[in-house]
């Protein structure tokens, strides 16, 4: 009755049409130890840049709390099994999870997916899938591809010269392949790396927007980092009803110069708060938002 009552008012008042609201996803990528042995830090890895990771990711927790923000944590499964990582990571995505922001998988340990098998990546999507939602005892639902690019996909004619796993030799060349896998175990949403050929060869760029891709949500990322171009990017958009999603690296936002740093990312938030109560924005996950 109390709904039904809001909703008149709203249709006298004619409130219905709401604000046009841009729907920010901040996607972390945040590789734990396996991760960086595979990316970041193949040799040089050391535990003090593991250390750095994760203090980071608890200094995020409490901007992110003080702030009233949710934002998503892309982890790699191995980190969260016992005596997966030098650090204990269990209780930390325990409490990412506790704390309102998404999960999700990152892979099983950071895998160049171009030349796995279907099998493998079969493995490393559900092991990280079951692994992570032990940890975090909340169902992980997204998966973000480690290493976006080089990355063909043939279906929707993003191809990228510099791939050597090139599908149909390689399986795993093609991301709607690897797609398909995720959505057969229950995922329901990826991060994607869309840019077709035709905007390389016209150098046109566009804000692609979530689809649906053989029945799963594919985000594209708009944008690595919080440099003025990514407030920029989100000024833009004011006044649209529309997704942006930012990734970045907890690890790097302690390199000092960089487009992900401390720096940047306090001043790309106070931004975004500001947006934020002239009601421009809202901070959201990919699970939560119910629009993608
Ligand atoms: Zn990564």
Redesign the pocket.
Known sequence: MQNFTCNSFVQVFGLERRHKKIRLFVIW?Y?GPV?QIN?SHAYNWNKASVETERRNVEDLLAICADAGIAMTFAITGLSAVEGGSVLQMREQIRKIADLGHEIAS?SWK?EWFPFLTRRQIRMSLQRSKEALEDAAKKEVLGFVL??TRPMTWIGRGNFSFGDRGIWPLFFGGDQGNIYKVCRELGYDWVRVKERPIYEKFTRQIRLHQPFDYRGIHCLPNHYNGFDDDAIQLIQSMIGQDCVITINA?PLMLSKEGNKESWHNFRNFIKKCLQFRSEGHLEFSTPSLSTAI
């Open positions: 990528d590789d991760g990316a990152h950071h480690p290493f690296h």
